[in-house]
Structures are given as structure tokens and as C-alpha cells.
């Protein structure tokens, strides 16, 4: 123990009691088969991983990295513009700033997207506008749709896009853009050329969180999506609560799991022949 | 000589703060002009407004004719190196040099062949795949010349481009940007606060301070015949006496001293009388010259004299000595 080795004990029991530990159990759980009372019998089969073969578990898999992909891609969309705009604000009107785009995280996320089944449904408070106003006859069906779940989704997600593209404008060197300006680049050819890929790390970053979120999100589409649109996450969800199906929740976890993981890796390897190495670059210096 | 920037009438205010009164300059073409001030005199926001980053409140930029007040950067033909560089930390050495030929949609022959002779003139042609953080400082000073360089601008801002670098190194690089100035032919503009660095490299200095320029000559003018105090004081070390209602700016090595019982009133001296007596209070070494200071008698002020390591006569504390000196030597200057 004389490299201070014992240092480090308080983080590996925390790592193995609250992380390691949960994780084999889920694995442990998905190799088990469950008695017709929903018991877990220990009997290490493969059946789980197998059922996940059939066509409904992949069309479901495929919905629900479609609808992730979707919300990342809108959620950097509008969470780039937000993030510099905030990032631009005078230095005193920032924090402010960043406060109210965090402030929905003060009221739970379930009554969040309850306000939005307010808003959306038949009777709701857009439907009634539009009707005493005469511009519609018959309600929209807004509500319990991939729309719906699309929008609460982006809506949950987007905060987790702005915060870290704001922290990588916000420690973009300001001169770097008066440098371009002065060699003759127009705003827009400054911000494709200079901004953007010196930015690119807020925006994987953003996109790691929005992706993995949206992958295991199950009350948006509860809440928004009616029965209609299942996906992974409700699955899971209704393997533990509802079939009581604890094995092959687990299973489903560990492929999602690992699903994440392997599209994490693929990220950063495109990501980072992209930039040519330039972190390595950094570590030489 | 052909005048290359001419500015009219400049003012500049940041909110309520008036930053730069009317100001007038007109600088020649192929000229290396410095403008020397301390911090907070307006020099680098003078620098920013003739490459476009700043707006003058009021007043015209006239760039080679051509009237450039209201023109952005990106349209303008002068080209700035920045005090600490901003090079582009994502483009390795050569794509950062490119990128101005680029923007400019330079056919990528001569791109190519304008970039390998700046790579060659600031000696980096062995860096060209380095990105900047992987070079020292000196190297990264280089690219951003040579980046700047590249456009063929009519001018060249150069924003305390030494400021970062140790001492030695400054000094080379001094003597290296000289050349290039003088062999290109090209006009720079170059601000400092380091006087010694504007004394040695300039064709022309404008002394600043609070917006306002306080003499414009040449190098040996300015140190020479200082218009002011505040020049006097800014370049090199100067005493200031006070003969009636005038004031008198004197270098260190123009003043010369006596033994006080050698040189009193009525004493038969080879050299002018002494204007002043006093007290040497201190000698402190400084290598190639010994610096002392002397109490005047009437006035309680302290001035400071050479001593050279050859001298024959060496001060102590305390000695009463007598100062005088030649009356060309004598600067008048204004409070």
C-alpha cells in the first residue's frame, strides 16, 4: 500500500456496490428463465437473447433508435442556436440565462409531460383556441402520435444538448473569429470553418447525453404516445411491471446496453478522424 | 513618398469613455512605423480600427486611396498578427497559412507556390505538418507572420507580436522581422510598449498616451529631442531640472559630475560650471554601467548619472558632487 493505493478503496466499493455489482445481477437475471408466476429460476439459457430475434423486439429496436436519432439531430439543431445565443448575452445576463434553461428540471418530468397532454389533447388549450377562432371545425389530433412523442422527447432532451454546446462556445477564443474575419473569411464562412469544428466537442458531448437518453426514455411514450408507439424503453419497462418477465427485461437492458456502448465507440472513432488526431496532438505539447 | 494610410479626423468612445480625441496620421508606403505608449494609450485600438475589427466613432480611414472606414476585415486589404497569435489550434502549420489564400480563392497553383515561399522566408518549412500547439513560441510567432504574410497585404498590423516571448528570443526575432520588412518593402505597423524594441526597429515612432499623439519622428529625434515629459520620461531614463520657467530634459549619460570642492563657484574647471550640487544617495551595477543617484541640494529630487566601468573617478555614498553638463545637451521640453 505504499503508492497510496488504499486512496482509491472509497471509489472502487462506491463503483462496485452502486455500479458493478447491480450490473452482474441484470446480467445474472437475463441468463435465468421465470416460472409462470414470474419467479427467476437460475438456469443460464440463451432464450432471452433468442426471443429478442423475432420481428416485433427488432422493429421495436429499430423505432426506437430512429426516434433517438431524430431527437438528437433536431435537439442540435435548436440547442446550437440557444447555446450561442446565451453564450453572447452580456457576461451579467448569462447565468440568468442558463438558469432558465434549466429551470423545467425543477418540476418532475411526469407532471412536465402531463402540462404537455393539456396542451395537445382534444380539448386542450391550442385545440380550443383554434376553434373559437374558427380555424379549424373539428379538433387536430395532436396527441398520441410519433409526433407527440417526438416533440415531448425533444422537449426533455434539449436542455442536455444546450448546456454543453454553451460551455464550448463559451470557451471558444473570441479572437480566433477576428483572426478568420482578417483574412478575409465572411461571418458565415468564419462559422463552417472556425466555430463549428472547434465547437464539435460540446456538440458530442450533447449528443451522447440527448442519444443515450432518448434510447431509455419510457414516459414520453407512455405519457404522449399512447399504447401505439412502443419503444425499447416501454418494453423494458413492461417486462418488469407488467408481464413480470425479469429475465428477459434484463436481456433487453444488456443489448440496449450494449447497443449504446458500441454506437458511443463509433461516434468518437468518426469524430476523431475528423479532427485528425488533434487531441493527441494536444497531449504531445 | 507615396502615402499608403491616412487617418482623418479619428475618434473613438467605448460607452462613455472616450478613448481616442481627434487624432491625425498619415503613414508612407514601405514605412515600419511603431506607435509606442504605454497600456490603456489607444495604440492597439488605433491598430484595430485601421484592420477593420473596430469602428471609428468618427473620422475617416483612407487605405491606399481608398476610402476603408466602413469596410469589414474580411474585405480589406491589410493583414494582422495578433498579440498572442490566434493561430487556428484544429489546422496544422501549412493549412493555417493557407487559409487566408482560401478565403480569397486564390487558384491553387500559385496558392501553393505563395505558401511554400512564405514557409521559406520564415524558415518553417520543416513544421508545415505541425499543429500549433505542438510548437514553441517563437515557431508560433512564425506562422502567424507568415500567415498574415501570405495575402500579399498592403500592410501589415503587427499587434505587440513579441510581447510573450523571453528575451533573447525577442531580440533575434526583432532583428529577423526588420529584414523581412526591409527586403519585402511592405508598410508595417507595429505597436509596442517596448520602447527599446521601437527605438531599434522603426523608420518612424508616434508616441502616444491617452489617445493623444505626443511627438511623431523619427527614432533618434524621439530620443534625442524629446518634445514633452511624458516622451522624455517613456523613452529612456531622463532627469528633468528646473532652470526659471523652463524644464530641462537630460539623459543619465549627458550629465557629468565633479567633486564638489573641485568644481565650487570661483574654482578654475575645464568644463562648464555646475548648474547643480548634491549628495550621491546610491550606486547600483547594472552590468555594462554603474547607475548613480544624487540627492540635489535645493530641491530634494534625485537624479541619476553613469558611471562607466573605465571611469577614473569612482562615486561612494555620500560624496558631494556638482552637476554639469554641455548646453547642447540640454533638452527644453514641455510640461
Known sequence: ??????????????????????????VAVSFASRTPYGQVVFNWTFSNYQRFAEA???????????????????????????????????????????????????INFLIRSYAWVIILRSQGVINTILLKLGLITTPLQMLYNEGAVMLGMIYALLPFMVLPIYVSIEQLDRRLLEAAADLGAAPMTAFRKIT?????????????????????????????????SALIGNLIQNQFLSARDWPFGSALSIVLAVLSLVLIMLYYKVLNTQKGGADDAKDVA | MEQMIQLEGIT?????????????????????????GPSGCGKTTLLRMIAGLETPTTGKIILDGKDVTHLPPYKRDVNMVFQNYALFPHMNVEENIYFGLKMKKVPEAEAAERVSQVLYLTQLEEFRERRP????????????IARALVNNPKVLLLDEPLGAL??????????????????LGLTFIYVTHDQEEALTMSDRIVVMNKGVIQQDGHPDAIYHQPKNKFVAKFIGESNFFEMGDSVYALR??????????????????????????????????????????IRLDNSNQVVVAYQYFDDVKRWKVDDRVGIWWYERDGVKVEQ
Not at chain 1, 505504499?2 to 447491480?22: H, S
Not at chain 1, 465547437?199 to 458531448?205: E, L, V
Not at chain 1, 447525453?209 to 434510447?215: A, G, P
Request: hydrophobic share 50%; aromatic share 10%.
Open chain 1, 1 to 26: 500500500m505504499k503508492n497510496g493505493k488504499l486512496l482509491v478503496a472509497p471509489t472502487v466499493l462506491w463503483l462496485c456496490v452502486f455500479f458493478i455489482i447491480p450490473m452482474l445481477i441484470v
Open chain 1, 56 to 106: 416485433l423486439y427488432i422493429s421495436i429496436f429499430g423505432q426506437t433508435l430512429v426516434v433517438a436519432f431524430i431527437t438528437t439531430v433536431v435537439t442540435i439543431l435548436m440547442g446550437y442556436p440557444v447555446a450561442w445565443s446565451i453564450a453572447k448575452l452580456p457576461k451579467k445576463w448569462q447565468q440568468p440565462g442558463l438558469v432558465i434553461v434549466m429551470a423545467p428540471f425543477w
Open chain 1, 196 to 228: 463549428l469544428p472547434l465547437t464539435m466537442p460540446g456538440i458530442a458531448a450533447g449528443t451522447i447525453l440527448v442519444f443515450i437518453s432518448s434510447l431509455g426514455m419510457f414516459v414520453v411514450p407512455d405519457v404522449m404516445g399512447g399504447a401505439k
Open chain 2, 12 to 36: 473613438k468612445k467605448f460607452g462613455a469613455n472616450l478613448i481616442i480625441p481627434t487624432l491625425n496620421l498619415s503613414i508612407n508606403d514601405g514605412e515600419f512605423l511603431t506607435l509606442l
Open chain 2, 133 to 144: 500547439q505542438q510548437m514553441s513560441g517563437g515557431q508560433q510567432q512564425r506562422v502567424a
Open chain 2, 166 to 183: 523571453d528575451y533573447q528570443l525577442r531580440k533575434k526575432l526583432q532583428l529577423e522581422l526588420k529584414n523581412l520588412q526591409r527586403s
Open chain 2, 252 to 293: 543619465p549619460e549627458k550629465l557629468n559630475l565633479c567633486l564638489e570642492e573641485d568644481c565650487v563657484e570661483g574654482k578654475e574647471t575645464q568644463h562648464p560650471a555646475p548648474q547643480f550640487f548634491g549628495s550621491v544617495v546610491d550606486i547600483v551595477f547594472y552590468g555594462t554601467i554603474d547607475k548613480v543617484f
